[in-house]
T-cell receptor
Framework: GAVVSQHPSWVICKSGTSVKIECRSLDFQATTMFWYRQFPKQSLMLMAT?????????EQGVEKDKFLINHASLTLSTLTVTSAHPEDSSFYIC???????????FGPGTRLTVL | DAKTTQPTSMDCAEGRAANLPCNHS???????VYWYRQIHSQGPQYIIH???NNETNEMASLIITEDRKSSTLILPHATLRDTAVYYC???????????FGQGTELSVKP
């Protein structure tokens, strides 16, 4: 299966700053990547679908101007949390999933803490 | 995609079979049943999926009832490393986005 990495694995930032999280597909080219958010003791919530070379598709209720997604290449998608606030503190997870694949391959996640 | 219902938590003795149920009474004919698990503070891991027939792989077995309104994931010999949250997901097709429910927190005890 595909190997997916995320960087950084954890980050602490001050309120009001922006944080960029990278998601890399290490061993195959991914036209589609997904971004999820998970709060403590809760399930994963799909935030957006990232498509290479085009605009991301955001789920209802997710602010596209706050969570900027860029999928500029077949191996890299980035999520930027702009003007982060403490309520944005969460576990952010990306995944890679193509229509020809039976399964999605998930990254290890990035834990964001906003002070 | 159809909604699923799972018990919040379950315990299982190490070495015994773990049977995790999932109800999906509104499933459509073209919707697949997927199982993923998430070990604490890690990304989810694919386990198995099926449409109508029972399926088995090196990790688990998936039993789908004839009317497809429910299914059971079976871990034949649970180990402590199987302690995780198990998610049953129903969706159309084999690709595309996954919508996670609350899942079942399985605790395997010595």
């Amino acid at each position: 299966g595909a190997v997916v990495s995320q960087h950084p694995s954890w980050v602490i930032c001050k309120s009001g700053t922006s944080v960029k999280i990278e998601c890399r597909s290490l061993d195959f080219q991914a036209t589609t990547m997904f971004w999820y958010r998970q709060f403590p003791k809760q399930s994963l919530m799909l935030m957006a679908t990232s498509n290479e070379g085009s605009k991301a598709t955001y789920e209802q209720g997710v602010e596209k101007d706050k969570f900027l997604i860029n999928h500029a290449s077949l191996t890299l998608s980035t999520l930027t949390v702009t003007s982060a606030h403490p309520e944005d503190s969460s576990f952010y997870i990306c995944s890679v999933g193509e229509l020809s694949y039976n399964e999605q391959f998930f990254g290890p996640g990035t834990r964001l803490t906003v002070l | 995609d159809a909604k699923t219902t799972q018990p919040t938590s379950m315990d299982c003795a190490e070495g015994r079979a773990a049977n995790l149920p999932c109800n999906h009474s509104t499933i459509s004919g073209n919707e697949y049943v997927y199982w993923y698990r998430q070990i604490h503070s890690q990304g989810p891991q694919y386990i198995i999926h099926g449409l109508k027939n029972n399926e088995t792989n090196e990790m688990a077995s998936l039993i789908i009832t004839e009317d497809r309104k429910s299914s059971t994931l079976i871990l034949p010999h649970a180990t402590l490393r199987d302690t995780a949250v198990y998610y049953c997901i129903v969706r159309v097709g084999i690709g595309g986005k996954l919508i996670f429910g609350q899942g079942t927190e399985l605790s395997v005890k010595p």
